[in-house]
């Protein structure tokens, strides 16, 4: 399940209308398992080389942001 912020990052991404591949680390990786992100979270650095665009999403801008 996404949380609302995450839903917010997907609907901004979507406007753009382009076709995306996403890896969402909060989707992949069980952020309620600890033995389960200490094993993801050092691959993080190889799907970050190997992307050709990376996005972050630190939620909605402000009116003057």
């Known amino acids: 399940m996404a949380t609302p912020n995450l839903a917010?990052?997907?609907?901004?991404?979507?406007?753009?209308?382009?076709?995306?591949?996403?890896?969402?680390?909060?989707?992949?990786?069980?952020?309620?398992?600890?033995?389960?992100?200490?094993?993801?979270?050092?691959?993080?650095r190889d799907i970050y080389l190997g992307a050709q665009m990376t996005v972050i999403w630190l939620g909605e801008g402000y009116e003057h942001s």
């Open 8 to 44: 917010e990052a997907l609907k901004e991404i979507r406007k753009k209308k382009r076709r995306e591949v996403l890896w969402v680390d909060a989707m992949c990786i069980n952020q309620e398992d600890l033995k389960e992100k200490n094993q993801q979270l050092p691959l993080m």
